[in-house]
């Protein structure tokens, strides 16, 4: 990472050992760096975890973001069962980090065991192509399990960006990790005591916005890539998507709207039509999460017919899981906007930050559906004797009855019905509004989110 300036910091006056940390002033802002593991050396020694864990709290203490570039074959050996002590106190003062400070990790090379660990602890990972990361490596499995695998398979960056969530970006090079943690720093303040900085835009807040509309195909069940329509809105049609390759049938990511930082969930209708599953309300729930945390305001895209059904998936805990998003949701303090698109339905309609999830504008297009179901489900349950002439009859009549957002707004459901052309304009003037908002939470110790 290029800077301004550069100065070392003192830990204790310990500076033997693998992780070395300094202070860069980035285009004004301090940033405490972390590198674990040397080209001399990569296992890690007591004094290393030591040396991570006061470099993590002077990052808390002083309120600049922490980011670690990592590259290590865990514990060294020799060095006995204290080496894995150290890491339980780098740990410690990382998770003080959480919420507090961003906490980005680069992972540029071969990362093991402790460390690895540490990786689920960030805020966001960023994985150079032919890097990866394990907390037990092939040998281990093979002896436990039987099964013969390798790095790569075990733990190589594309498995991390499209099978376990744990990347949320994948770069080719070092070059091309820092330029990208450059970027992601300038959508965040260096503490959740600030808010993010913005920037001038040269396009215009009230900008209309009549091709959003033109992406939603004519019929209800065709899909469509909901980040066209997010382009449309957003400042010089640019996100930065994390996780995009991982639960694509949600998507979260970093925009702006008239030079104001903000974090955008949607679903995705290409991908699973747009129903939640298990990672997806993982993926959700974690992303709103973090914007509260960092004061991005929240701007939600519904395009969803519910929760995907099926055996595997409650058995595996799609109600804990899902309950995730709601909970995410429904403690967020930061300015929330939510536009309906299309389909919401049942209880994903609910959880995707809807009026009563407690956001702050809830707006809708006229093409918007919100009900339990949709129609040919919800006469299949009620009319399931009916012939195949009276059902079609019936569903046109459930859609000209229930299933447009003109129900919603007589109920006070939706606060506004919107062409798509005012869209943009619409939420800049939502989040002007809302720039000064501050909701006054009552003191406990901590919330208990379902896990």
Same mark, same amino acid.
């Given at each position: 990472?290029?800077?301004?300036?550069?100065?070392?910091?003192?830990?204790?006056?310990?500076?033997?050992?693998?992780?070395?940390?300094?202070?860069?002033?980035?285009?004004?802002?301090?940033?405490?760096?972390?590198?674990?593991?040397?080209?001399?050396?990569?296992?890690?020694?007591?004094?290393?975890?030591?040396?991570?864990?006061?470099?993590?709290?002077?990052?808390?203490?002083?309120?600049?973001?922490?980011?670690?570039?990592?590259?290590?074959?865990?514990?060294?050996?020799?060095?006995?069962?204290?080496?894995?002590?150290?890491?339980?106190?780098?740990?410690?003062?990382?998770?003080?980090?959480?919420?507090?400070?961003?906490?980005?990790?680069?992972?540029?090379?071969?990362? =093991?065991?402790?460390?690895?660990?540490?990786?689920?602890?960030? &805020?966001? =990972?960023?994985?150079? /192509?032919? @890097?990866?990361?394990?907390?037990?490596?092939?040998?281990?499995?093979? +002896?436990?399990?039987?099964?013969?695998?390798?790095? /790569?398979?075990?733990?190589? $960056?594309?498995?991390?960006?499209?099978?376990?969530?744990?990347?949320?970006?994948?770069?080719?090079?070092?070059?091309?990790?820092?330029?990208?943690?450059?970027?992601?720093?300038?959508?965040?303040? #260096?503490?959740?005591?600030?808010?993010?900085?913005?920037?001038?835009?040269?396009?215009?807040?009230?900008?209309?916005?009549?091709?959003?509309? &033109?992406?939603?195909?004519?019929?209800?069940?065709?899909?469509?890539?909901?980040?066209?329509?997010?382009?449309?809105?957003?400042?010089?049609?640019?996100?930065?998507?994390?996780?995009?390759?991982?639960?694509?049938?949600?998507?979260?990511?970093?925009?702006?709207?008239?030079?104001?930082?903000? !974090?955008?969930? $949607?679903?995705?209708?290409? @991908?699973?039509?747009?129903?939640?599953?298990?990672?997806?309300?993982?993926?959700?729930?974690?992303?709103?999460?973090?914007?509260?945390?960092?004061?991005?305001?929240?701007?939600?895209?519904?395009?969803?017919? !519910?929760?995907?059904? !099926?055996? #595997?998936?409650?058995?595996?805990?799609?109600?804990?899981?899902?309950?995730?998003?709601?909970? %995410?949701?429904?403690?967020?303090?930061?300015?929330?906007?939510? +536009?309906?698109?299309?389909? @919401?339905?049942?209880?994903?309609?609910? =959880?995707?930050?809807?009026?009563?999830?407690?956001?702050?504008?809830?707006?809708?297009?006229?093409?918007?559906?919100?009900? =339990?179901?949709?129609?040919?489900? %919800?006469?299949?349950?009620?009319?399931?004797?009916?012939? #195949?002439?009276?059902?079609?009859?019936?569903?046109?009549?459930?859609?000209?009855?229930?299933?447009?957002?003109?129900?919603?707004?007589?109920? !006070?459901?939706?606060?506004?019905?919107?062409?798509?052309?005012?869209?943009?304009?619409?939420?800049?003037?939502?989040?002007?509004?809302?720039?000064?908002?501050?909701?006054?939470?009552?003191?406990?110790?901590?919330?208990?989110?379902?896990?």
């Amino acid at each position: 990472m290029d800077s301004e300036s550069k100065h070392f910091v003192k830990i204790r006056g310990k500076t033997a050992g693998s992780v070395t940390s300094n202070v860069l002033s980035l285009a004004g802002r301090n940033v405490m760096q972390v590198e674990i593991g040397t080209e001399e050396n990569k296992s890690i020694k007591p004094i290393d975890g030591e040396n991570f864990a006061n470099a993590a709290k002077i990052a808390h203490e002083q309120g600049m973001p922490l980011v670690c570039f990592v590259e290590s074959s865990g514990a060294d050996i020799l060095e006995g069962v204290a080496a894995v002590h150290s890491w339980g106190t780098a740990a410690k003062e990382l998770v003080r980090c959480s919420g507090k400070v961003p906490v980005i990790f680069c992972v540029t090379g071969a990362t =093991v065991s402790g460390p690895a660990l540490l990786l689920g602890l960030a &805020d966001f =990972v960023i994985m150079i /192509e032919d @890097s990866y990361a394990f907390v037990s490596g092939p040998q281990m499995a093979e +002896l436990f399990t039987g099964e013969t695998t390798n790095s /790569e398979d075990l733990g190589g $960056a594309s498995l991390h960006d499209r099978t376990t969530g744990v990347s949320h970006f994948i770069v080719s090079d070092l070059d091309e990790g820092k330029e990208l943690i450059r970027e992601l720093l300038s959508f965040l303040p #260096d503490s959740a005591y600030e808010i993010p900085q913005g920037w001038d835009s040269n396009d215009a807040p009230d900008r209309s916005t009549p091709e959003a509309g &033109d992406i939603l195909p004519s019929s209800i069940s065709d899909s469509y890539d909901v980040r066209d329509v997010i382009n449309c809105v957003v400042d010089d049609n640019y996100i930065l998507e994390s996780r995009k390759n991982w639960a694509p049938n949600i998507i979260t990511a970093f925009a702006s709207i008239g030079g104001r930082p903000i !974090g955008v969930v $949607a679903n995705q209708p290409q @991908s699973m039509a747009g129903t939640l599953d298990i990672p997806a309300s993982q993926k959700g729930a974690r992303f709103v999460s973090f914007c509260d945390s960092f004061n991005l305001p929240l701007v939600t895209f519904v395009d969803t017919s !519910g929760f995907y059904p !099926g055996k #595997d998936l409650e058995w595996r805990g799609m109600i804990r899981y899902g309950a995730q998003m709601a909970f %995410a949701y429904a403690r967020s303090t930061v300015p929330r906007v939510c +536009l309906i698109l299309r389909k @919401s339905y049942g209880g994903a309609y609910i =959880v995707m930050d809807s009026r009563y999830m407690g956001n702050d504008l809830m707006l809708a297009w006229p093409s918007a559906e919100i009900a =339990v179901m949709g129609a040919k489900g %919800a006469v299949e349950i009620l009319h399931r004797d009916a012939g #195949d002439e009276e059902k079609l009859s019936l569903e046109s009549h459930y859609e000209e009855k229930l299933l447009n957002p003109f129900v919603a707004a007589e109920r !006070g459901s939706v606060d506004r019905i919107i062409e798509p052309s005012e869209t943009r304009s619409e939420i800049a003037s939502a989040l002007a509004l809302l720039s000064e908002k501050k909701e006054r939470l009552p003191k406990r110790k901590h919330d208990n989110i379902p896990l």
